[in-house]
């Protein structure tokens, strides 16, 4: 068995070999060219993405440091802010995150998002008053606009987004 099972892994890793290979530097390739099987399930066409083209974008949802950081990126920010207070060991936080990013995702960079863990940064959430997570705070020009606590659906969230960006 332990046999077998060392011919399908060198089998498989001398196939995965000869997918990378150019046709022409691997004999074995132009031997099965020569035959009348089609190459095409040995090693298929493939094209490889070019480079991805650098954009000077700047980051929309972001993980907060310390309290300097806070204080640079968030109060000082020239974007509305929302900050999400979460934990890791949150099991609403963790529905509440992905659908705020999606909502900010829909604003195209005129909001950005703070991520505050609350057991990382008690003296942040003591600061915010925080007492429940999810606590989502709205924050514009360094004072807080709007806040909620909890889960909220997507046309909610839109909503509280689109305030907060003043639309």
Known sequence: MAHRLLVCRIWTHSVKDLRCLPASTSSF????????????????????????????RREVSFNVQDHEDFTERVI?????????FHAQWCGPCKILGPRLE??????????????????DHTDLAI????SAVPTVI??????????????????ALDSFVSKLVGQ
């Open 29 to 56: 390739s132009t031997s099965l060219r020569s035959s009348t099987t089609p190459l095409s399930f040995i090693s298929p066409k493939r094209t490889l993405p070019r480079s991805l083209p650098h954009t000077s």
């Open 76 to 84: 000082n920010s020239d974007l509305p802010v929302l900050i999400d």
């Open 102 to 119: 999606k909502a900010i995702a829909k604003q195209k960079g005129k909001v950005a998002m703070a991520k505050v863990d609350i057991d």
């Open 127 to 130: 600061e915010y008053g925080v």
């Open 138 to 155: 709205a924050m514009r020009g360094g004072d807080v606009i709007d806040q909620f606590v909890g889960i909220k659906d997507d046309e």
